[in-house]
């Protein structure tokens, strides 16, 4: 929460499956994700996830898009 750009975040858990969870972030560009994902803070994070974690972290950007209007 402390790396520039970061805007804001929600963790999701799923209804069926308690262990699955996924986190979602929002930044203000895509720099300053990839900054982020190479970092070494990150790094740390991952590392001291897979003590808790049953499979590997995964950490994928995706874009926002409009949604189109049904006709």
Same mark, same amino acid.
């Given at each position: ?17 308690? #262990?699955?969870?996924?986190?979602? #972030? ?8 990839? #900054?982020?994902?190479? #970092? ?32």
């Amino acid at each position: 929460m402390q790396s520039p750009g970061f805007v804001g975040a929600e963790n999701l858990v799923s209804e069926e499956d308690f #262990s699955v969870v996924v986190m979602i #972030s929002t930044w203000e560009t895509m720099e300053h994700w990839r #900054s982020w994902v190479e #970092s070494r803070r990150t790094r740390d994070l991952l590392r001291q996830a897979k003590a808790v974690v049953m499979g590997a972290a995964r950490l994928t950007a995706y874009r926002t898009m409009p949604t189109v209007e049904w006709r």
